[in-house]
């Protein structure tokens, strides 16, 4: 059994990253970037104008000629004398000699000339070219996750294709004897089995989007047989159940016998603690607990780090925070605890129901409150550590 620190840190060395893949700008939602990327061209390419208004030569003038007009997608070769302005339109081309555009409810105008009531400074309400970015310098940095606006701003720039990291493909294996699909009739002995759907929510929290679930009966032939198919598919594989010391768990044993290498066994942790971790080729196992709790916490702590480590991420760990604590807590244990808790913005709040098997606060959690396995008790108002989940 080892420590949550040496969890950690064995799953973080033996986490590679996946090989990289070239895409289309408007598929890499949710990728990381494989390679920096270099603009193409300015943005803006030219200068705009950053409102519907006149724009002019600023001078001590307040009454201008209309010589023309500027509409978005136009390019205008006017060139303005010191006593001229044109009409222009928000994203429009601004006249090389022309410095300053006024905004058009600051001017009184009829068919020929202007008269601005309200001068602005010089050079406003002009986007000036490569004011968001220039030519040849970089727009993202590799590692850099691909979101919404990312995708927008490449678009923007005419770049059609990025290099990203493929995501890994990923498993679950549900194990039980005990279990039954919702919709199914409940029979005396039996449990709904929740699992596999939960772990495939929260990888899709971190980008992953397909995963494929498996189940199997507890017995070692039908368990290694399950397993040697997915470990020659996927990349990423989450067991769920079947990893403690019974008589019908057959996780560990099956892993084994298909030449998975074990890298540890069992961490110093409640909830959570009977977790194996191993490796094949570079196909990553998770062993987690069948208890729901544990399964997700253990997911959280080691599992999600993981996989946003083989996706390229450059922080694969969300950053803890510090909050005071609202009441006292006792470790008698000699374990690390990860406690079920919700915090605002001074304090937090453990919560009730904090069983392995209980799934009713961790709906309602928004964070895992961490006491050391050397930290016998805090006291209220005590700061404390949490590892936010929502």
Same mark, same amino acid.
């Given at each position: 059994?080892? *420590?949550?620190?040496?969890?950690?840190?064995?799953?973080?060395?033996?986490?590679?990253?996946? !090989? @990289?893949?070239?895409?289309?700008?408007?598929?890499?939602?949710?990728?990381?970037?494989?390679? /920096?990327?270099?603009?193409?061209?300015?943005?803006?390419?030219?200068?705009?104008?950053?409102?519907?208004?006149?724009?002019?030569?600023?001078?001590?003038?307040?009454?201008?000629?209309?010589?023309?007009? @500027?509409?978005?997608?136009?390019?205008?070769?006017?060139?303005? *004398?010191?006593?001229?302005?044109?009409?222009?339109?928000?994203?429009? +081309?601004?006249?090389?000699? &022309?410095?300053?555009?006024?905004?058009?409810?600051?001017?009184?105008?009829?068919?020929?000339?202007?008269?601005?009531?309200?001068?602005?400074?010089?050079?406003?309400?002009?986007?000036?070219?490569?004011?968001?970015?220039?030519?040849?310098?970089?727009?993202?940095?590799?590692?850099? =996750?691909? #979101?919404? &606006?990312?995708?927008?701003?490449?678009?923007?720039?005419?770049?059609?294709?990025?290099?990203?990291? *493929?995501?890994?493909?990923?498993?679950?294996?549900?194990?039980?004897?005990?279990?039954?699909? !919702? $919709?199914?009739? =409940?029979?005396? $002995?039996?449990? +709904?089995?929740?699992?596999?759907?939960? =772990?495939?929510?929260?990888?899709?929290?971190?980008?992953?989007? /397909?995963?494929?679930?498996?189940?199997?009966?507890?017995?070692? *032939?039908?368990?290694? /047989? &399950?397993?040697?198919?997915?470990?020659? %598919?996927?990349?990423?594989?989450?067991?769920?159940?079947?990893?403690?010391?019974?008589?019908?768990?057959?996780?560990?044993?099956?892993? =084994?016998?298909?030449?998975?290498?074990?890298?540890?066994?069992?961490?110093?942790?409640?909830?959570?603690? !009977?977790?194996?971790?191993?490796?094949?080729?570079?196909?990553?196992? +998770? &062993?987690?607990?069948?208890?729901?709790?544990?399964?997700?916490?253990?997911?959280?702590?080691?599992?999600?780090?993981?996989? %946003?480590?083989?996706?390229?991420?450059?922080?694969?760990?969300? !950053? %803890?925070?510090?909050?005071?604590?609202?009441?006292?807590?006792?470790?008698?244990?000699?374990? #690390?605890?990860?406690?079920?808790?919700?915090?605002?913005?001074?304090?937090?709040?453990?919560?009730?129901?904090q069983s392995s098997a209980m799934l009713n606060t961790f709906a309602v959690a928004n964070s895992l409150l961490?006491?050391?396995?050397?930290?016998?008790?805090?006291?209220?108002?005590?700061?404390? #550590?949490?590892?936010?989940?929502?």
């Open positions: 059994m080892i *420590k949550v620190e040496e969890a950690i840190a064995i799953i973080e060395a033996n986490s590679v990253k996946m !090989p @990289s893949k070239r895409i289309s700008v408007n598929k890499a939602l949710g990728y990381v970037l494989a390679e /920096k990327v270099i603009s193409p061209i300015h943005m803006p390419p030219f200068r705009q104008s950053a409102m519907d208004g006149y724009a002019f030569t600023h001078s001590i003038r307040h009454q201008y000629d209309i010589v023309g007009i @500027s509409q978005a997608g136009d390019h205008s070769n006017i060139k303005l *004398k010191s006593t001229e302005a044109i009409r222009i339109f928000t994203g429009a +081309f601004v006249p090389d000699n &022309a410095d300053t555009v006024v905004m058009q409810e600051h001017v009184m105008a009829n068919k020929n000339s202007i008269l601005i009531a309200t001068m602005p400074e010089k050079n406003a309400n002009v986007r000036l070219k490569g004011e968001q970015i220039g030519k040849d310098d970089v727009v993202f940095e590799a590692n850099t =996750l691909l #979101t919404p &606006a990312a995708i927008g701003f490449l678009a923007c720039l005419g770049i059609t294709e990025v290099e990203v990291y *493929k995501k890994p493909k990923a498993a679950i294996l549900v194990t039980g004897n005990e279990l039954v699909q !919702p $919709g199914e009739k =409940l029979k005396k $002995g039996k449990i +709904f089995e929740s699992n596999s759907v939960m =772990l495939e929510a929260a990888l899709q929290t971190i980008g992953i989007q /397909k995963t494929k679930i498996y189940r199997v009966k507890d017995n070692l *032939k039908a368990t290694k /047989k &399950a397993l040697k198919s997915l470990l020659s %598919k996927y990349d990423i594989i989450l067991i769920s159940g079947g990893i403690s010391v019974g008589d019908y768990d057959f996780v560990k044993e099956a892993l =084994l016998q298909n030449d998975v290498t074990e890298l540890f066994y069992k961490i110093n942790q409640k909830p959570g603690k !009977p977790m194996f971790f191993g490796s094949k080729n570079e196909t990553l196992v +998770f &062993a987690l607990p069948g208890n729901p709790a544990s399964s997700l916490t253990n997911f959280y702590v080691y599992a999600a780090p993981a996989v %946003k480590k083989r996706m390229g991420f450059s922080e694969i760990y969300r !950053p %803890k925070v510090v909050r005071k604590l609202n009441s006292d807590i006792k470790n008698n244990s000699g374990k #690390t605890l990860f406690l079920k808790a919700k915090y605002d913005e001074t304090s937090v709040t453990v919560l009730e129901g961490i006491v050391p396995e050397n930290v016998e008790s805090y006291q209220k108002d005590q700061l404390v #550590t949490l590892l936010p989940i929502d």
